[in-house]
């Protein structure tokens, strides 16, 4: 059973930092596509980051040179270390893993934490 907890998210003033962290069981992050993504209301989920088992990293332009996704292979937790943070990052930020090998397929999902910045 593959289950992602998110925490590590809150309420930050435009400039300020959060690190989201995802303690993964049922999945080894060293092995499975990781990533995260946010929905904010009425909009639709997007992509933040992603990993893959080589370390290769990708990000949405939004976040760009401002977010870092990585994750710890010995304690199986990803994290999305976020700077910079804008008003217009506020959204609920998910974890999720992919289904198979070699795939970026995400197929299970966390429940979320939420980050609110303030202008």
């Known amino acids: 059973q593959v289950q992602l907890v998110e925490s590590g998210g809150g309420s930050v003033q435009a400039g300020g930092s959060l690190r989201l962290s995802c303690a993964v069981s049922?999945?080894?992050?060293?092995?499975?596509?990781m990533g995260w993504f946010r929905q904010a209301p009425g909009k639709e989920r997007e992509g933040v980051a992603r990993?893959?088992?080589?370390?290769?990293?990708s990000y949405a332009d939004s976040v760009q040179g401002r977010f870092t996704i990585s994750k710890d292979n010995a304690n199986n937790i990803v994290y999305l270390q976020m700077n910079s943070l804008k008003p217009e990052d506020t959204a609920m930020y998910y974890c999720?893993?992919?289904?198979?090998?070699?795939?970026?397929?995400?197929?299970?999902w966390g429940q979320g934490t939420q980050v609110t910045v303030s202008s």
């Open positions: 049922g999945r080894l992050v060293r092995r499975y596509c």
């Open positions: 990993i893959v088992s080589g370390d290769s990293t």
């Open positions: 999720a893993a992919a289904r198979s090998l070699p795939s970026c397929d995400f197929g299970y």
